[in-house]
């Protein structure tokens, strides 16, 4: 090894620090076999030239993995973003594109509202069945309860005078066993009335990663394929929103994203009986997702948050064309209790009773 000397210090051919792959130790073995031609500053020197060397050459191979889509996922959430449903989530958005050669902001709408309708329309009219199904089958289950008490503890609660809270817990705990036997017999447990959220939830996740991807967003924290980046959104907008990379300058399309899921929210529980507090704490806290969804998508690229805010008015649309007394009664979603009293309530009646009945409740109180 030849090694070229200066008044001040000792240069090394760069071969030398690659050949050694940066071990200090062997550097220090051959600067100490060395130390007689050369002085204790020179040899500090060649140290400091080593590590500027080594924190390049470490700099430049990491930027290299990042790059490489193969090897720059590490989290969880960026390999989400690099997985199979994500990418083909974006093949459906730039498909819809394509075959109907809108601007971007019109073929993601279309889409997402096709999207809606092939999956969870289908789904959801599923579910109200189910949830029919159940209402109708409420009286046999309150029926057989009381069967039960009367042949079990009728005479155990007169002797030992139960008490009335007593009784209600006794009479509840049959009540749902009677109610698992039923389920099971008609083929209606309530857990399949939830097909269409788990179906809604990821088709709505696939689709904001995939949109993500494809505007470039947080790109400068997480892991972007620049395969999966489509150019033609920044001018793919229209109104106030041209470019679809950019967040919302109005904020216009995130406040309607707040509200619409409101309104979608309240609409939901127009047909929800009042009953234990759960159902009431999930509506509130349904309610204060809404609320902190607004920040969220003013940050987010205006194509999310147009996504977001398509996908809400559809919502609320189906729940309205779902709650028409003549498609309750074509697609055979009216309650036997209903038909027997002779009136569907339309949705301004379902509006009114939901509201007075929550003010007089709050009267009492």
Known sequence: M??????????????????????????????TNISSLVSKRSIVCIRNEFKHTKHLCTSNSYMVKRSNSSEASKSVYEHILASEPIHFAQSVLEYGHTITGLPWWASIAVTTVALRALLTLPLAIYSQKIQVRIENLHPEILHNARVMFQQRFASQATQEKWNETKMKKVITKMMKNSAKQ??????????????????????????????????????????????????????????????????????????????????????Q????????????????????????????????????????????????????????????????????????????????????????SSKKTDMEK
């Open 269 to 356: 529980t127009l047909n929800v009986r009042e009953g234990s507090k759960f159902p009431k704490l999930v509506t509130n806290m349904l309610r204060g997702l809404s609320i902190i969804i607004i920040p969220i998508a003013a940050y987010m690229p205006s194509a999310i948050t147009l996504y977001w805010m398509t996908s809400a008015s559809y919502s609320v649309a189906q729940n309205l064309f779902l709650k028409l007394p003549k498609v309750h009664l074509a697609l055979n979603l009216v309650p036997k209790s209903t038909i027997n009293d002779g009136h569907i309530k339309n949705i301004r009646t379902l509006i009114k009773d939901k509201y007075s």
């Open 182 to 267: 039923i389920y099971v017999r008609d083929n209606c447990h309530p857990a399949k009335a939830s097909i269409m959220i788990l179906t809604q939830i990821p088709l709505w996740i696939s689709v904001s990663l995939s949109l993500r991807n494809m505007t470039g967003a947080i790109s400068s924290n997480l892991y972007l394929d620049p395969n999966c980046v489509v150019p033609t959104l920044s001018d793919g907008g229209t109104l106030w929103f041209t470019n679809l990379v950019l967040p919302d300058p109005l904020y216009i399309l995130p406040l309607a994203v707040g509200l619409l899921n409101l309104i979608n929210i309240e609409l």
């Open 2 to 31: 030849m090694l070229r000397s200066c008044s001040s210090q000792i240069i090394l051919p760069r071969s030398f620090l690659f050949k050694n792959n940066f071990n200090i130790s062997k550097y220090r073995i051959q600067a």
